[in-house]
């Protein structure tokens, strides 16, 4: 079946460091691919997505790429923000059929000023 | 546009007693989703409605768990009666129909249970 695969956290960095968050998928076909945000205390918020292959998703300084060949879709940001703190979800949507989305375990990041 | 509406925010109840969720998805949405997360976890789909028809309830713990959507719009999910590994927040979502993939699914801010 579908799955998803996110970098174990959490993850703790300086005010303006660079992030990558780490994200691997295995599906049929040409999913979906997500990143949602969680902030604390409250539901989950889309952050970025990409539908086909090469797409490159952005959002707040967020980007991330569907890679086909490595079938990966990694969040990075350039410069993060105390406000970023966070926890990160990846997520899928299969091609077809019934939208069943499948999650990630989530990456919490933490930004210390 | 209005988002995912849920109530109520917060419930706090004993183990044994029965506890009811409400969602009101954005207009228009055929899917409903309601996922239970448990504190430092990824969310776990309950059940999954297309219009009113279930199109998914296979990790349902149908013993104590049972939703419905009315008339293809607002949906409850109730939990009679609770255990103690019920506490978690209980998400509602909806998506626009078609199963047409990239459509985004929304969520709402949760409903959060602790059983104590």
């Not at chain 1, 174990?8 to 295995?26: D, H, K, Q, R, W």
């Not at chain 2, 009315?70 to 209980?90: M, N």
Request: aromatic content about 12%; proline content about 5%; some cysteine.
């Amino acid at each position: 079946g579908d799955s998803v695969t996110q970098m174990e956290g959490p993850v703790t960095l300086s005010e303006e460091a660079f992030l990558t968050i780490n994200c691997t998928y295995t599906a049929t076909g040409y999913p979906s691919l997500f990143w949602y945000v969680q902030y604390p205390g409250e539901g989950l918020q889309l952050l970025l997505k990409a539908t086909k292959a090469d797409d490159k998703g952005s959002n707040k300084g967020f980007e991330a790429t569907y890679r086909k060949e490595t079938t990966s879709f990694h969040l990075e940001k350039g410069s993060v923000q105390v406000s970023d703190s966070a926890v990160y979800f990846c997520a899928l949507i299969p091609s077809g059929g019934y939208q069943k989305v499948t999650f990630g375990t989530g990456t919490k990041l933490q930004v210390i000023p | 546009e209005a988002g995912v509406a849920q109530s109520p925010r917060y419930k706090i109840i004993e183990k044994r007693q029965s506890v009811a969720f409400w969602c009101n998805p954005i207009s228009g949405h055929a899917t409903l989703y309601w996922y239970q997360q448990i504190l430092g976890q990824g969310p776990k789909l309950l059940i999954q409605f297309q219009n009113n028809g279930v199109v998914d309830d296979s990790q349902l713990p149908k013993d104590r768990f049972s939703a419905e959507r009315l008339k293809g719009v607002d949906s409850t999910l109730k939990i009679q009666p609770a255990k103690l590994e019920d506490s978690a927040v209980y998400l509602c979502a909806s998506s626009p129909s078609g199963g047409a993939s990239g459509n985004t699914i929304y969520f709402g801010e949760g409903s959060w249970l602790t059983v104590v």
